[in-house]
């Protein structure tokens, strides 16, 4: 059952309690819109007035309000808005065990009760962890661990010995411990070098649909704990991530490169082999970092500035063409005087 | 029976018809080298040399031709073969209904007669239009709508809560509906925001191979009718895609980022979350749009700047060392005669 | 049996021997840990200390160590490890024929003896070529061929007519002809131009996991032997890339493209269409070339110049609000005096 009172949602996000906490509340709801037994939110002061004449049960605000509803105050409206959303909009998680019969597993396999298994699913050699959901067409290969409660969507497909903590979640067509991408060169072609590192994902890592991590050549790919990765990225052979780094879409990690933790990238980001990005970093869309970059702080463009120059930057790259044109007649200038 | 006579041809082009309209052709060929049973096309003078000597029984062509060929005159050679060709290579289309017996199907599920589904898929409690053709291994979830005649190549994944119209053909390992890249940090690390929304996609859709849709947060991302995106492209959540817009493959529009009708964009453009592209905007490849574009026309660039300017930034950079060279130098100067 | 004597190895890596050849060595090792039934590799000084106390029975070097190690003096040790590391970790090949019961495989289909085919595979009226091993979840057509002992990883889609020849290795989630993006405008919607053309791909070949390769219009899409294309990239219909040719993850090669032998492209490099790169073309990393490239030489940006002055343009970007800062001052001067 995911009704919950007001007050014990105060609780769940730590927040001050103003008005009725005995009121049940079952789900989100628009306060515009809803009913008592829901939970709304206002972010911005053009929901004020909203919120004067809302039905809902309870607020979520960070300001107190004008309104008949319960309010539960909070320094963080998106952070208390994930934590009640995710209450009643849950991860999908098996309680009860279900494999379906189309699924193909290993008589080796290592499959914790209660998992679910849904159809079409391949599972090798490996360890499945209590409360797994292990969607449609899922393949796993050998010596792969997962830890608890992880998701995969359809069509993820993980090769041997990749292992995962708890709560990892993988959407569709993500490919995990795909080879690393290393030839060795001789006379024009290439000899293919051996991937037999494997990937170390860490607790609470989400990867976004068709996003690719490479196995290692000889140690592991590292992804630590509370990263998030969106969708189509692409993690080369023995990079390593650190704790709680954020990437959106596109962005792109050579091969063994470091990444630091909590480091925040914007999409089609990207750093090349072998360098480090410190902790703490973030990176605007589209930056490229061809270097290591030491220091935290806010970089972006190609090369990475700080943020500020990176905007005086653009405005001068619109002024280019005229630049060099003034440059161009003072030379011819020069010349003629010659 | 796809066979046609060139009268029936020269009326679905739309073309003027010169010579035997009563001949019957049975498909596309080469001017060179096909029979009379074959229609084939002129769109460039090098080849009116060899429509002087062809043995097609027709020939597509903007310019009246020496050629012993029947001759459908249009205005715009492209679209005339578009659709011939298309009469004689349709999109597949299910004309009897033919479902795996490997496929998993929920009891709830409302299919409608006559479609195609192929060893291995998996629809959930959805409904399917008559003359969809669903391939091996596509998964789609709950809560699914598919018009008529739509197509999903092998390993489509279509999550729950997407709604599509006719006509929508999604190539392989496309993911729809996954998860919107949101999260709330809390003392660096980070809460998911589960994603309530869903997709809605027009008819006459086509997405590439590879190419990810997340759903809304809240409201649902919306692809309009006609639009056309190709292969690894990402589009984010809470995104609009006007009616009728193209982007070629590698493009990616953050989220609730809201595109105009009409664009169209070359490979690897993208735009930044909140903003605004106006109806009728041609980017060109590799545009970056970390701002609103308020007025149609053609764009290339990151900045992104009218395409005439472009061009000279591109030709301003391969000088710019010289041009700092000498600025550097005049500061040294400078200094020096301080 | 994998194991080989020192002097087999030897002779594999055509290296000179010295010291006792006939130990038998069963894998690679570590040379500070590993016992005498491995061999290690020496390619750097800072492990030259490491080998003088090490254990193993055998290494790979470019230079005579003081160690009691058997060493095989090759002129390059990561050629000799490519070879060694292959011996002991092959790619899967086929030497017993298995077929999971759950693959779907046309009656018409023609495969070789041996071959695997996995869970879930998918093949239709094709010829696969002995030694081939299907994995789990493929999805194969019609009237393609695949030569002998290719790896297709899972969740790998192939349309109709694909040609591949031998060793061709397809990782997780590649799609292999799919249609190319071509539409003919008409008042403002689009009419789909079928794809009539197949893709040919020659010996050797590797895709990287999500990468998508498209069917021709007309003709075909042509990788040449030898090319190694990372993850996540995409080579558009009617491309053509030549022999040896190597891509690094993200890149993308639109339609007509011609992109010759032995070229070496960084990460998220880009060619428009309908242009030529000549042979023996190095691109760095995030390259976009426009324009053909006819030398062959190392470029690097956008627009591609010779890497040395890409570095010196990188480092003047960086400079460029000062520079502008002091053009628009002398401006506002000039207009002051007017």
Avoid at 144 to 157: A, I, K, N, S, Y
Avoid at 188 to 200: D, E, F, I, N, R
Wanted: charged share 20%.
């Amino acid at each position: 059952m995911t009704e919950l009172s007001v007050r014990a949602l105060a609780e769940m996000v730590g927040g001050r309690l103003i008005g009725d906490g005995e009121r049940m509340i079952r789900g989100l709801g628009d306060l515009r819109t809803a009913g008592p037994e829901a939970v709304g939110f206002v972010r911005d002061p053009r929901y004020h007035e909203a919120a004067r004449g809302t039905k809902v049960g309870a607020l979520l605000t960070d300001h107190e309000l004008a309104t008949d509803a319960a309010q539960i105050l909070v320094a963080d409206v998106d952070v208390a808005y994930a934590k009640v959303a995710s209450h009643f909009h849950p991860m999908p998680r098996a309680i009860a065990h279900r494999v379906h019969p189309t699924a193909v597993i290993d008589p080796e396999a290592t499959i914790e009760a209660p998992v679910q298994i849904g159809p079409h699913a391949v599972i090798g050699r490996s360890r499945i962890g209590a409360g797994c959901v292990i969607m449609a067409s899922v393949t796993i290969g050998d010596d792969v661990e997962l830890g608890r409660d992880c998701v995969l969507f359809p069509q993820v497909t993980i090769y041997d010995r990749v292992r995962a903590g708890d709560r990892f979640y993988a959407h569709g067509s993500c490919v995990i411990g795909s080879d690393g991408f290393g030839y060795a060169p001789e006379r024009g072609s290439w000899h293919k070098v051996p991937q037999l590192g494997g990937v170390v994902i860490g607790d609470d890592v989400e990867l976004g649909a068709g996003t690719v991590i490479d196995r290692g050549a000889m140690n592991d790919t590292v992804i630590g704990s509370g990263c998030k990765i969106d969708n189509l990225c692409h993690i080369a052979h023995n990079a390593q991530i650190g704790e709680n780094t954020v990437m959106a879409a596109g962005c792109m990690v050579a091969g063994s490169a470091k990444v630091g933790k909590n480091n925040l990238w914007g999409g089609r980001s990207a750093c090349a082999g072998h360098i480090t990005i410190a902790d703490g970093v973030r990176l605007g869309g589209g930056t490229n970092a061809l270097r290591s970059i030491r220091e935290p702080g806010e970089y972006m463009g190609y090369p990475p500035v700080e943020k500020k120059r990176f905007v005086r930057i653009q405005k001068a790259i619109v002024d280019l063409p005229e630049m060099r044109a003034e440059w161009v007649e003072s030379h011819e200038e020069t010349n003629g005087e010659a």
